[in-house]
């Protein structure tokens, strides 16, 4: 998923240039763990997330291993030289953690074959390539049943970032959600065609609420709709991040993205040599997703949702399993079959109950 | 949400948070390039306004230190723009640039440590009787002081440019510097003071973002509002009112746009996120077609340097 790639990254080169060395003057004793990232640590939603995770690894395996990272690395050429410089400086493993770092990854890769390397929500491997990525979309069905058993006006508002498969997959599982505990209930959609623009976010959110919606989803990066849900007296979910401190009475929960077991078993496993080539799709079961407390909802709702997760994760719930219908209530997915990983992948359509429109 | 005008009043309020900050902006901009001086470093001074803003308001629980001190931040970045092109003679698009980009850098720097943090958003001056009214009341009389400030600033810089000796003096550096330099007057520092405002005022509405749009700190979380405000002084053809037009009619489309994606018409969304610049082309093209008016009012030395002879 391409992540903010404008302004933010104007200042790439600098930082890359002073960071890319950060650590390498010290002795080469405990093993290396190199980390790039698309946006800054204190972007407060997706590289912040991966950094946490960076830490998370450092504190489990202490002195044993070495964390580098680099941030606010530009997506195309200047990852190329960054991811180089990291394999250069005697990395054993390699994190790159945006969509656009996909090619850099595997062409430096075929040039340090003794290096591990693992790249965040891409679809290309290697023998020395890992890729991984969290499925989001478990967190929104856990939402869409909390807004399913909360909304007065049955109707959600939904923020969405750019049409793609991603966020489709999103949109219609929170659907799945909520229409397992209110059949009748809907989704307007708004999308903003970007990742972040905490105004517009917010003008996004206020639009949705004056059409009715009193229930904010978001799959945009900052914490401005819920802000707005906050002032206007209504509720809605995080991203990425918790962001309570935002929307202390109108956020319900949040879906956190939890990369820190996955980066200690990978660092772990380059280090002992168990390290494969793998394609992992994590989720609540995993614990590459955790739900932030659910808050600011009566007591069968917070258990509602905890039998979701709880469902989710023992695989007695699957979101994608049939009968589900279009928008215009055509049989998408028959009773009795699921769909297929990668046919969740190439989600091109949205679900029933969804009002708005998939731009094509 | 129902009746006659439930969905028109927070719509109006939409709107009014969606073209302040362009409208404070632009009025500073205004005033710099009606003295003939380009400034096109607005996002970054915007920037620097909003973090300064946000972080002086919550160290010292003050909204009122904050605004000023975002005004000041603003103009301490136009004041590093005035010493290189008015005194340096560096060239005014390039510096310009410049200052946009260092701008996003040093808020950035500045912010590290205020991601994250919450804010409670800029309080709402009410009047009483007045802001009860139905409909008229929380538009007009329950806004905040930036909201009537981005007015009071329309109205003084038009009352100014065109009403008084100093803004006519102005303008008149803006349309030949040499002629306003030979019978006497200090360009530079009429320059100076020009690009300070404009400073000041991006300054403002960096605060208007952090403090009242969206009361946090976000990097870059102008998102480019500062170069929709350059283009805006362009669409007025320099007039202050036109400016207000512009920046209304730019919120409106922008608001309008979410609100018919809400409703669910199979329009693309593409196409409605384009709308509002859309709208700008196309008025810029109908103005243009006049070429004379826009030459009645653009500033004939418009990013010329000046440098006084002899």
């Given at each position: 998923?391409?992540?903010?790639?404008?302004?933010?990254?104007?200042?790439?080169?600098?930082?890359?240039a002073?960071?890319?060395?950060v650590?390498?003057?010290?002795?080469?004793?405990?093993?290396?763990?190199?980390?790039?990232?698309?946006?800054p640590?204190?972007?407060?939603?997706?590289?912040?997330?991966?950094?946490?995770?960076?830490?998370?690894a450092?504190?489990?395996?202490?002195?044993?291993?070495?964390?580098?990272?680099?941030?606010?690395?530009?997506?195309?050429?200047?990852?190329?030289?960054?991811i180089?410089?990291l394999?250069?400086?005697?990395?054993?493993?390699?994190?790159?953690?945006?969509?656009?770092?996909?090619?850099p990854?595997?062409?430096?890769?075929?040039q340090?074959?003794?290096?591990?390397?693992?790249?965040?929500?891409g679809y290309?491997?290697?023998?020395?390539?890992?890729?991984?990525?969290i499925?989001?979309?478990?967190?929104?069905?856990?939402?869409?049943?909390?807004?399913?058993k909360?909304s007065?006006?049955?109707?959600?508002?939904?923020?969405?970032?750019?049409?793609?498969?991603e966020?489709?997959?999103g949109?219609?599982?929170?659907?799945?959600?909520m229409?397992t505990?209110?059949?009748?209930?809907?989704?307007?959609?708004?999308?903003?065609?970007?990742?972040?623009?905490?105004?517009?976010?917010?003008?996004a959110?206020?639009?949705?609420i004056?059409?009715?919606?009193?229930?904010?989803?978001?799959?945009?990066?900052?914490?401005a709709?819920?802000?707005?849900?906050e002032?206007?007296?209504?509720?809605?979910?995080?991203?990425?991040?918790?962001m309570?401190?935002f929307?202390?009475?109108a956020?319900?929960?949040?879906?956190?993205?939890?990369w820190?077991?996955?980066?200690?078993?990978?660092?772990?496993?380059?280090?002992?040599?168990?390290?494969?080539?793998?394609?992992?799709?994590?989720?609540?079961?995993a614990?590459?997703?955790?739900?932030?407390?659910?808050?600011?909802?009566?007591?069968?709702?917070?258990?509602?949702?905890?039998?979701a997760?709880?469902?989710?994760?023992s695989?007695?719930?699957?979101?994608?399993?049939?009968?589900?219908?279009?928008?215009?209530?055509?049989?998408?997915?028959?009773?009795?079959?699921?769909l297929?990983?990668?046919q969740?992948?190439?989600?091109?359509?949205?679900?029933?109950?969804?009002e708005?429109?998939?731009?094509k | 949400?129902s009746?006659?005008?439930?969905?028109?009043?927070?719509?109006?309020?939409?709107?009014?948070?969606?073209?302040?900050?362009?409208?404070?902006?632009?009025?500073g901009?205004?005033?710099t390039?009606?003295?003939?001086?380009?400034?096109?470093?607005?996002?970054g001074?915007?920037?620097?306004?909003?973090?300064?803003?946000?972080?002086?308001?919550?160290?010292t629980?003050?909204?009122?230190?904050?605004?000023?001190?975002?005004a000041?931040?603003?103009?301490?970045?136009?004041?590093?723009?005035?010493i290189?092109?008015?005194?340096?003679?560096?060239?005014?698009?390039?510096?310009?640039?410049a200052?946009?980009?260092l701008?996003?850098?040093?808020?950035?720097?500045?912010?590290?440590?205020?991601?994250?943090?919450?804010l409670?958003?800029?309080?709402?001056?009410?009047?009483?009787?007045?802001s009860?009214?139905?409909?008229?009341?929380?538009?007009?009389?329950?806004?905040?002081?930036?909201?009537?400030?981005s007015?009071?600033?329309?109205?003084?810089?038009?009352?100014?440019?065109?009403?008084?000796?100093?803004?006519?003096?102005?303008?008149?550096?803006?349309?030949?510097?040499?002629?306003?330099?030979?019978?006497g007057?200090?360009v530079?520092?009429?320059?100076?003071?020009?690009?300070?405002?404009?400073?000041?005022m991006s300054?403002?509405?960096g605060?208007?973002?952090?403090?009242?749009?969206?009361?946090?700190?976000?990097?870059?979380?102008?998102?480019?509002?500062?170069?929709?405000?350059?283009?805006?002084v362009?669409?007025?053809?320099?007039?202050?009112?036109?400016?207000?037009?512009?920046?209304?009619?730019?919120?409106?489309i922008?608001?309008?746009?979410?609100?018919?994606?809400?409703?669910?018409?199979?329009?693309?969304?593409?196409?409605?996120?384009?709308?509002?610049?859309?709208?700008?082309?196309?008025?810029?093209?109908?103005?243009?077609?006049?070429a004379?008016?826009?030459?009645?009012?653009?500033?004939?030395?418009?990013?010329?340097?000046?440098?006084?002879?002899g």
């Amino acid at each position: 998923m391409r992540r903010r790639t404008f302004n933010k990254l104007l200042g790439a080169t600098v930082a890359t240039a002073a960071l890319g060395r950060v650590g390498l003057a010290r002795a080469a004793d405990p093993f290396k763990a190199g980390f790039i990232y698309v946006g800054p640590v204190a972007d407060f939603g997706w590289s912040h997330q991966h950094d946490l995770g960076r830490q998370a690894a450092q504190d489990a395996l202490g002195d044993k291993i070495k964390t580098t990272f680099v941030e606010s690395v530009k997506e195309g050429p200047d990852a190329e030289r960054v991811i180089h410089e990291l394999a250069a400086a005697g990395n054993g493993i390699i994190f790159t953690t945006s969509f656009g770092f996909m090619n850099p990854t595997i062409k430096v890769a075929k040039q340090f074959p003794k290096v591990y390397f693992e790249h965040a929500t891409g679809y290309k491997q290697a023998d020395n390539v890992s890729t991984y990525n969290i499925r989001f979309y478990e967190g929104r069905y856990i939402q869409g049943v909390i807004a399913g058993k909360l909304s007065k006006s049955g109707v959600v508002g939904y923020i969405g970032s750019v049409p793609i498969p991603e966020v489709v997959m999103g949109m219609n599982s929170f659907m799945r959600g909520m229409r397992t505990v209110n059949p009748n209930g809907k989704m307007k959609i708004v999308w903003i065609n970007g990742w972040y623009d905490p105004g517009k976010e917010s003008d996004a959110a206020k639009a949705l609420i004056d059409q009715g919606a009193d229930m904010i989803a978001q799959h945009t990066d900052s914490a401005a709709p819920l802000q707005v849900a906050e002032q206007r007296g209504v509720q809605g979910f995080g991203q990425a991040s918790d962001m309570i401190k935002f929307a202390p009475k109108a956020q319900l929960t949040s879906s956190i993205d939890h990369w820190g077991d996955y980066y200690t078993q990978r660092v772990q496993a380059a280090m002992d040599g168990s390290w494969k080539s793998q394609d992992v799709w994590g989720g609540l079961a995993a614990g590459m997703l955790k739900m932030a407390p659910y808050t600011n909802m009566p007591d069968d709702v917070a258990k509602a949702a905890q039998d979701a997760e709880d469902g989710i994760k023992s695989g007695k719930i699957v979101i994608f399993s049939g009968p589900i219908n279009d928008q215009d209530g055509k049989p998408k997915v028959v009773e009795g079959q699921a769909l297929s990983d990668s046919q969740v992948l190439g989600m091109d359509w949205l679900a029933e109950g969804i009002e708005g429109t998939l731009p094509k | 949400m129902s009746g006659d005008f439930g969905w028109f009043v927070p719509v109006v309020l939409s709107v009014i948070s969606a073209s302040t900050p362009l409208l404070l902006a632009a009025t500073g901009e205004l005033v710099t390039e009606k003295s003939g001086v380009l400034n096109l470093g607005i996002e970054g001074m915007m920037l620097v306004g909003a973090v300064v803003g946000f972080a002086v308001t919550l160290s010292t629980g003050s909204a009122g230190l904050g605004i000023l001190a975002a005004a000041l931040a603003g103009a301490g970045m136009a004041l590093a723009f005035a010493i290189l092109t008015q005194i340096l003679l560096a060239n005014q698009v390039a510096t310009g640039l410049a200052l946009a980009i260092l701008g996003t850098g040093l808020s950035a720097l500045i912010g590290k440590g205020y991601v994250g943090v919450a804010l409670q958003p800029l309080p709402k001056l009410t009047l009483p009787l007045l802001s009860g009214l139905p409909v008229i009341g929380p538009i007009l009389f329950h806004q905040d002081v930036l909201v009537y400030g981005s007015f009071a600033f329309v109205a003084g810089v038009s009352w100014f440019l065109y009403h008084s000796h100093a803004g006519l003096v102005l303008r008149a550096i803006g349309d030949s510097h040499h002629a306003a330099h030979a019978i006497g007057y200090s360009v530079v520092a009429i320059r100076f003071a020009a690009i300070l405002f404009g400073g000041a005022m991006s300054g403002l509405a960096g605060a208007y973002m952090s403090l009242a749009y969206t009361p946090m700190w976000a990097e870059n979380m102008t998102a480019g509002r500062g170069w929709i405000a350059l283009a805006l002084v362009v669409f007025a053809t320099w007039r202050p009112a036109r400016l207000l037009l512009g920046a209304y009619l730019f919120g409106g489309i922008t608001i309008l746009q979410l609100h018919v994606q809400g409703l669910g018409l199979a329009i693309p969304s593409q196409f409605l996120s384009m709308l509002p610049y859309l709208a700008t082309i196309l008025v810029l093209v109908l103005i243009s077609r006049d070429a004379a008016r826009i030459r009645l009012n653009a500033p004939a030395c418009l990013g010329k340097h000046f440098h006084a002879s002899g």
